[in-house]
């Protein structure tokens, strides 16, 4: 009995001895791991990495009347704060991953024996037991990358000293925060899969919605999702999906956060999603937004900055509203411009010559300049016959229309053929006395045609360039009462034998006078020309550069007629001077640039300068408003769309190039200058017929639904108004009383200034 009772004796001793060397020896290894002893284990998260953890954050590109338009990001995360999450959430991420998140101090000691009991007594398996301050741990530190390394190459004891790394950088997470702090930093950091990553993403990918208002089921959706993002997927896989979304359910009313009828009801709904990933092809603005992109890396390279991780605050000139409206009024016009042109050209090729002659091999040219040829003659090693064969080989695709996306078996010659008979177009408009830009439609749909007829177009202006003739001649003292004959005007041209006269659009000559106003709003080339004999074509380069053309400008004869080519983008800033008082301001489009916690990195003030005087200023807006004042004015059209009216002034010009492949449309009104062009990708595809091919047709009617969209708008507040009119003129634009001056001065060259009294 004595021999039994010291053996029992020493088994219990041994235990014990066994026990407390044991936890000596856990004790020991953690000691060790915490400080990276020998360099055996690898560093852990320094005490500034706690306080200050670095994860990766979507930076923001935002309006000026604070809407996010688009992110940069490679995780795309926005954070939220604790008060922005539904309490659904919150409810159903502790039911499920933590309930006893507010008990434990990061690692959950009863949950672990819990999981062990289960898996080694039961033999059933279970959660791995994390807490979610674990979980967060791991998401922030990622101890099992390159950098948290130890000289330990074990793979088993590497797990291991994974684990312990996560439980000790929970504790001290569980030391530096609050709970509050740490749950919200979780869902903040936590990959939903889809590319959302974040919480705030999350909702807004799967449900179009925000944290603040996600329902019970779709907060137990996300919730389930965390457990294999992929595997639970309501995207990829539904079905698991749902059956994770019951079990977060299950958890909530197992926990008293539903109750029975609650429970009984959602299980059985069915996941219903809004699923959208964000991606610059979808949203608002997006050739604005990626025409920044590349300006945004070269700074943030400049700075030191990541733009797809540091969480910038990119806040823009561009109004949301207008920015809308701009769209739609481009979408609205351009889905009845194509109309009209399959009309035209139906059962025929529109690539032509002058002549209206097809094009020979246009397509087979056209195609050598596209990525698919470059790829194909780089594989084929330039063999001919084997890259056309590769061009004609059909395939499955969505193409673009104007009714949604078509899906088709299309060739890369199929496809080609196919998107060049659609009409393009851009529009871009700009705050006046800012030079802010407001709006900015690059084309008629970023998916399927990146390229950005703002920034990156350029084409003849036609007739939009007529002001620059103009201004040259006020500047140099003529009155917009000045009057000219319409008859023809002969150029020398390079071919001595040869003679340019330029013709008017409808090829006759009226051998009638003509005011300036009268001559540039109905748009009298003959006219034009003229003045440009008068003052020259080098003053008028000189002009159009001083007003914020920078494009090259031929000095020649053909310039009256914009012949040389330009973008909407520096014709609009070229507009608005006359707006803005004579005074050039570069359209800017940044505002400022915030870090993630406010503070202010750049702010941006646009280039201006003094091109013109006030009275010169002033006098081209007289003359541009007679495009909708004068008998036979080309803009007279917006009458019937309801943007001229009561106490408001509007200005324009229509352009119309040869051949009709551009048209084009400029507007002003005393706080908005806008451009608007329209054509083909290629100067041989254009409209037939001057009357439904010009500028006022093509162009001028998106002006149109743009302004009336404006004006209609309660919450833009955009009021018709007055052009503010100088306190003197010293050129006389009543052209009444200038005719009679002219009788009472048989001498004048009708282009000395005079004192005009106030009040006219």
């Given at each position: 009995m004595a021999v039994s009772s010291l053996f029992f004796l020493r088994i219990i001793k041994g235990i014990w001895i066994t026990f407390v060397v044991g936890l000596l020896f856990v004790v020991l290894l953690f000691f060790m791991v915490s400080r990276d002893t020998f360099g055996l284990f690898g560093p852990m998260p320094g005490l500034e990495q706690l306080e200050n953890p670095k994860k990766d954050e979507?930076?923001?590109?935002?309006?000026?009347?604070?809407?996010?338009?688009?992110?940069?990001?490679?995780?795309?995360?926005?954070?939220?704060?604790?008060?922005?999450?539904?309490?659904?959430?919150?409810?159903?991420?502790?039911a499920t991953e933590d309930f006893r998140f507010e008990e434990h101090s990061g690692i959950d000691l009863w949950g672990m024996l819990r999981v062990a009991f289960k898996s080694l007594i039961l033999q059933k398996k279970s959660g791995g037991g994390s807490t979610i301050s674990q979980q967060l741990a791991k998401n922030l530190f990622n101890t099992r990358k390159k950098d948290f390394r130890g000289s330990i190459r074990n793979r088993?004891?590497?797990?291991?000293?994974?684990?312990?790394?996560?439980?000790?950088?929970?504790?001290?997470?569980?030391?530096?925060?609050?709970?509050?702090?740490?749950?919200?930093?979780?869902?903040?950091?936590?990959?939903?899969?889809?590319?959302a990553y974040g919480i705030k993403t999350a909702s807004a990918t799967f449900f179009r919605t925000s944290p603040d208002s996600l329902s019970v089921s779709q907060a137990a959706v996300l919730v389930g999702v965390l457990k294999a993002p992929t595997l639970y997927s309501p995207v990829l896989n539904p079905e698991n999906s749902l059956n994770r979304r019951n079990v977060v359910l299950e958890q909530l009313h197992k926990y008293g956060y539903l109750s029975e009828a609650q429970f009984d009801s959602l299980k059985v709904k069915p996941i219903e999603l809004h699923y959208e990933v964000e991606n610059h092809n979808t949203g608002s603005a997006t050739y604005f937004r990626s025409f920044i992109t590349e300006y945004l890396n070269k700074w943030c390279k400049a700075k030191g900055y990541d733009l797809y991780t540091d969480g910038l605050r990119i806040y823009t000139t561009i109004d949301s509203k207008m920015q809308y409206h701009a769209e739609n009024a481009v979408m609205r016009h351009m889905r009845e411009n194509q109309k009209i042109f399959d009309q035209q050209w139906k059962g025929m090729t529109p690539w032509r010559d002058e002549k209206m002659k097809e094009i020979p091999n246009f397509i087979e040219n056209a195609v050598k300049r596209i990525d698919p040829y470059r790829e194909l003659s780089k594989k084929y090693q330039g063999d001919?016959?084997?890259?056309?064969e590769a061009l004609q080989v059909k395939r499955k695709m969505k193409v673009f229309s104007w009714k949604g996306e078509i899906d088709t078996n299309f060739s890369t010659?199929?496809?080609?053929?196919?998107?060049?008979?659609?009409?393009?177009?851009?529009?871009?408009?700009?705050?006046?006395?800012?030079?802010h830009v407001k709006a900015w439609v690059g084309g008629i749909n970023h998916k399927y045609f990146k390229y950005d007829h703002v920034a990156q177009g350029k084409r003849q202006p036609g007739s939009t360039f007529k002001p620059f003739v103009y201004a040259t001649a006020i500047d140099h003292g003529y009155s917009p009462c000045y009057e000219v004959l319409d008859a023809p005007v002969s150029f020398a041209t390079m071919d001595t034998n040869k003679i340019w006269v330029p013709q008017n659009s409808d090829n006759i000559f009226t051998h009638r006078p003509f005011t300036l106003r009268k001559a540039m709003a109905n748009s009298i080339n003959s006219v034009t020309a003229r003045m440009i004999q008068e003052v020259s074509p080098e003053e008028v380069v000189s002009m159009a550069h001083r007003l914020g053309i920078k494009s090259d400008l031929d000095a020649v004869p053909a310039l009256c007629l914009g012949v040389n080519d330009v973008s909407i983008y520096e014709m609009v800033g070229a507009y608005n001077t006359f707006v803005n008082k004579g005074v050039w301001i570069d359209p800017t489009y940044l505002i400022r640039i915030e870090d993630k916690n406010g503070n202010v990195l750049e702010s941006f003030v646009p280039e201006s300068k003094e091109a013109i005087d006030e009275e010169t200023a002033y006098l081209m807006v007289h003359m541009l408003k007679g495009a909708t004042e004068e008998r036979g004015g080309t803009a007279l059209g917006l009458w019937s769309y309801n943007v001229l009216g009561v106490g408001g002034e509007v200005g324009g010009k229509t352009g119309t190039t040869q051949n009709y492949s551009d048209g084009w449309f400029m507007g002003i009104v005393p706080k908005l200058t806008a451009g608007v062009w329209v054509g083909g990708e290629d100067r041989a595809i254009h409209l037939r017929g001057f009357y439904v091919a010009q500028g006022a047709r093509v162009a001028m009617p998106i002006y149109a639904y743009f302004m009336e969209a404006l004006f209609n708008d309660k919450d833009l507040q955009f009021k018709r108004e007055r052009f503010p009119r100088p306190e003197k003129l010293s050129i006389q634009i009543d052209c009444e009383r200038f005719k009679q001056s002219q009788l009472t001065d048989s001498n004048s060259l009708q282009k000395v200034k005079q004192d005009i009294p106030d009040g006219f």
């Open positions: 979507a930076s923001m590109l935002i309006t000026s009347d604070g809407i996010i338009l688009g992110k940069y990001f490679r995780e795309n995360r926005t954070p939220v704060e604790y008060e922005q999450i539904s309490p659904n959430l919150i409810h159903a991420l502790r088993t004891l590497n797990l291991v000293i994974v684990k312990m790394k996560e439980w000790i950088t929970a504790v001290r997470l569980e030391r530096s925060y609050t709970k509050r702090e740490i749950i919200t930093m979780y869902l903040n950091t936590v990959d939903f899969g889809s590319n001919s016959a084997k890259i056309w010659l199929d496809s080609l053929k196919y998107y060049k008979r659609f009409l393009r177009a851009g529009m871009v408009a700009v705050e006046s006395n800012t030079g």
